[in-house]
């Protein structure tokens, strides 16, 4: 950590996604919450989530090739000020009173597209903050720290939500774009050898010459098409059904938040362990430790005691934190840098195709049967789909970097 805080471009970067972090993180629990406690259909939940997920979706390819074309982080500042224009309009919406429904998926739609051009830029401008060697401490303390702010969001957004109002969540959230817009302002990132004088196509092109990157690596796509599946499964009804399902089944719809609190508890404990722990085969040992993740939705979805609930999501948080520093870090190493961020689109893309059928499909199912049986069978489809990427020889084999 003292070494990367020399570091003064990637000390600003930290800081700034550290807050903004914090504030997404609050922002999809309070979003649960807010459409769960005002109208209370499931239905509705999965319209404005699929809203955000299915225009991130749409867009992620063409941040793609903006960001390995263009400086990196004004196209971060950029999508920084669409975002907070956005939750502050939402705050002032909630503030005046229960906003229309399409109205709120309206706005979150245009949240999801800006997002679609910030996340590739940063994983792009990740390792041009630090020199080559750092890489992997940079990845593992910024999930560190990501998952440190992701940990305090669920519980501040709780608190806020049930006691202050919602619309306070979404003012903290537009507050902390604004921070991170000015901090990446700042930050002049290196030039790393392989990008620099990178021939700039059509966007057809472009496109083609990054799909070409994953293709060639299989540990690549095998990975793309587990979380494919996984995703869909898992993620997108936990995220439509967790508020629902604790109300339900655990008679406290705070518990949806605290779970949510427990993981990132988790996340900070295996990020802070990834910085250092250098396995054999990250690949392997990254895909084996995420299974705890559909593993733990599958025991929410179970009456189980709260606090074995909360245990497994320590364990799930520990997983998925541990799995997306050696993840990352494999791409930064890997895939040469002038494709870094369309490889980060494609990733981002595949990996989310599926979750708006994943949110709007758990909603009307639930509609039809028990929330919790929704989300434990998406649970095992998603254990399902993660250990058939252990059978990829590839991924199992891929060897660390020194």
């Keep these: 950590m003292r070494a990367l805080w020399d570091e003064r471009n990637y000390r600003l970067l930290w800081i700034g996604q550290s ?3 914090m504030g997404d993180s609050m922002i999809w629990v309070a979003a649960a919450l807010y459409i769960t ?11 404005v989530l699929a809203a955000g997920s299915a225009t991130l979706v749409v867009f992620l390819l063409f941040g793609g090739v903006w960001a390995d074309r263009r400086p990196r982080q004004r196209i971060m500042i950029g999508s920084d000020l669409i975002r907070a224009t956005v939750q502050t309009i939402l705050a002032a ?27 590739p ?24 720290s990501h998952y440190v702010a992701s940990f305090i969001g669920p519980g501040i957004a709780t608190l806020l939500a049930l006691h202050a109002g ?27 050898a392989s990008a620099d004088g990178a021939p700039v196509g059509s966007m057809r092109h472009e496109l083609v010459a990054g799909f070409r990157e994953v293709r060639t690596r299989a540990w690549v796509w095998v990975t793309l098409l587990v979380a494919l599946v996984s995703v869909m499964a898992a993620l997108g009804p936990f995220q439509a059904l967790g508020a629902t399902v604790a109300r339900d089944l655990h008679h406290d719809i705070a518990v949806f938040g605290w779970f949510q609190v427990a993981s990132g508890i988790g996340a900070i404990l295996g990020a802070a362990s ?50 997306l520093v050696h993840w990352e870090t494999a791409l930064a190493q890997r895939i040469p840098p002038s494709a870094l961020s369309r490889v980060s689109s494609y990733d981002w893309m595949v990996s989310l195709a599926l979750l708006p059928v994943g949110f709007l499909g758990s909603g009307i199912l639930a509609e039809h049967f028990d929330a919790s049986t929704v989300l434990l069978t998406g649970a095992v ?21 020194d």
């Design 19 to 21: 807050l903004s972090i």
């Design 37 to 47: 406690t005002t109208t209370g259909s499931t239905r509705d939940v999965g319209i």
């Design 93 to 119: 919406l909630i503030f005046a009173g229960s906003p229309p429904l399409w109205l709120f998926a309206c706005l979150v739609a245009v949240f999801g597209a800006a997002s679609a051009f910030f996340q």
């Design 121 to 144: 830029a940063y994983t792009g401008l990740v390792p041009q903050t630090v020199p080559e060697e750092l890489i992997q401490e940079a990845q593992g303390v910024a999930h560190t």
């Design 166 to 192: 919602f619309g306070w969540v979404y003012a903290i959230d537009a507050a902390t774009f604004v921070v991170s817009a000015v901090l990446l302002a700042r930050i002049i990132p290196r030039r790393r």
């Design 274 to 323: 990834a910085v250092r722990w250098r396995p054999r085969h990250p690949m392997r040992t990254a895909t084996v430790w995420i299974l705890a993740w559909p593993a733990s939705i599958g025991i929410y979805a179970l009456e189980a005691p709260v606090p074995l609930i909360l245990a497994a999501g320590l364990l799930s948080g520990f997983g998925s934190s541990t799995f």
């Design 381 to 401: 489809l998603g254990v399902a789909a993660v250990g058939a990427g252990l059978f990829s020889s590839d991924l199992r084999n891929l060897r660390r970097i």
